[in-house]
């Protein structure tokens, strides 16, 4: 290894003797401004000589709108009623494309429904669980039990496509957390479908909405290959009297969809503001502990000096009282 470096230590000692190492610095460092000096020419000259294209996406794609949840804020619980009618528009509509892989019957306890409903709803969903004869050992499936989690619509990726134009739906378990707006962006989403406006076929002529795919400006690329799955009032008939309207199911599934993404929401909350109240009491008997340990200290007087540096004003007064002479 000593010999591996013994030239370029050699040649960089010359250079030092010679007063050169400097010289070589600068010639480097205005080698390297030089290049970078091209390059930001070159890319400023390809911009205007070629600037970027316009596209419908970025004039035409809208934020999502505003929802207000019972869930949201540092202090947000549940509305059990509402998420309940949200789990029923996932079970009667959107089950039909779309999974939950990550929850399980049982979790529904925590929306409210008993041991006996939850058993009803695993033994009566659409969809069974696959599972192995054992007596042959061939596939086969079964109802499911509360301890299983919601079967998937499709028994893989490759038949999900082919009932779909090819799209895959997305698991919708964490999908509130996945997408930025969360709640706010799956009610937008369901509730935004349109006809493609004429002010951006005349614009971009080229950006009509393909076949089998539908206009919905609050999707990335405007074109979505899910068709609107809410379409008519009374879609879904709740049982507590609610009327359900397109932007109630949407609001309602919605809610469903943040508690499938943050079942523990209300635990969290209960314990953030717990500690938050704890610190809080904490902070102030430390602070009066201070008052209280420091409180005769504060004034006295040391053989160094003040203990109280910032009152000088005091400190003759002090010594004397003290018998400190000087």
Request: net charge positive; glycine share 6%; hydrophobic share 40%.
């Amino acid at each position: 290894m000593g010999s591996l470096f013994a030239l370029p230590t050699a040649l960089l000692g010359f250079f030092v003797r010679l007063g050169w190492v400097r010289s070589i610095a600068l010639f480097v460092g205005a080698g390297f401004a030089f290049a970078a000096t091209i390059s930001l020419y070159s890319g400023i000259s390809a911009y205007y000589a070629s600037p970027p294209v316009a596209l419908a996406s970025d004039e035409f794609h809208r934020e999502h709108k505003e929802l207000e949840l019972a869930s949201d804020g540092a202090f947000g619980k549940f509305d059990k009623a509402q998420v309940q009618r949200g789990f029923q528009v996932y079970s009667e509509v959107c089950s039909a494309c779309h999974s939950l892989n990550f929850v399980a019957f049982r979790d529904l306890k925590q929306i409210g429904y008993n041991d006996a409903e939850i058993k009803k709803i695993a033994s009566d969903w659409k969809n069974q669980v696959p599972s192995v004869n054992p007596d042959t050992g061939e596939a086969a499936t079964r109802k499911a039990l509360p301890s299983d989690h919601f079967p998937s619509p499709f028994l893989n990726e490759t038949q999900a496509r082919a009932a779909n134009n090819n799209a895959l739906p997305p698991d919708l378990s964490l999908i509130s957390k996945a997408r930025e707006g969360g709640a706010a962006y799956v009610y937008s989403l369901l509730t935004g479908y349109q006809n493609q406006p004429a002010e951006l076929l005349k614009k971009f002529p080229d950006a009509k909405t393909p076949p089998n795919l539908h206009y919905n400006p609050y999707f990335a690329n405007l074109n979505l290959a899910m068709p609107p799955p809410l379409t008519a009032e009374g879609q879904v008939s709740y049982a507590d009297g609610t009327k359900p309207t397109v932007d109630q199911m949407a609001k309602d599934v919605s809610a469903f969809l943040v508690w499938t993404a943050e079942p523990n929401l209300e635990r969290r909350h209960a314990a953030g503001l717990s500690v938050s109240i704890f610190l809080l009491i904490a902070s102030v008997l430390a602070f009066f502990a201070y008052q209280n340990i420091w409180a005769e200290t504060k004034g006295k007087v040391r053989a160094s000096g003040s203990a109280a540096p910032k009152a000088p004003a005091k400190a003759p007064r002090a010594k004397g009282k003290a018998g400190i002479t000087g």
